[in-house]
């Protein structure tokens, strides 16, 4: 039995690179070893790195339910102490509802997803949740072109809608200075990894 007071909702987010999924992962592998029930759900549109789980960039990842519709989690929670929703920003409105129910219903809810779109307009159901939740960290990424911390997506490719699914081929993070979403001309660098790095980036 679960006391109904432990339930709350997290919102990791930020732009693209800022290391939401990340972070995502790491407080999920936290409740794991308190063995906690854990479960994690994205959505089906999203085919990157693997079909059944939540990958970051750097290629760790965590086993995952990908789903349709957000209507969809309350049958599928099962005992889960701690709900985990990966790239959030592309479920319907109905995720604030249903991120709402399963706090009140005392489980931890773990939400991670872009604040804004390419065109720097609010995603999908982040501002409503971001107003909604106990705890908020928006994380920045740094700039490809200056350095400076970086809270934008940059689209590098220029055709699709809202949804294009991609990473590094089809983004970029800038900063506000550095963004343009009329410009869809690349400015990364593509630099040799350093032996560090090149190991992390093993897996994806
Ligand atoms: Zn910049």
Redesign the pocket.
Known sequence: MTPSHLGWIEVVTGCMFSGKTEELIRRLRRARYANQPVIVFKPRIDDRYSLDSVGSHTGHSLRSVNIVSASEIPRRVGNARVVGIDEAQFFDDDLVEVCTKLADEGRRVVVAGLDTDYLGCPFGPIPALLAKAEYIDKYLAI?V????P?NRSQRTVNRGPQVLVGAQEAYEA??R??WDPDNFEPRQQKLPLGPNLAEESEGR
Do not use: E
């Open positions: 700039c072109v200056c350095g400076a970086a800038r900063c200075h550095c």
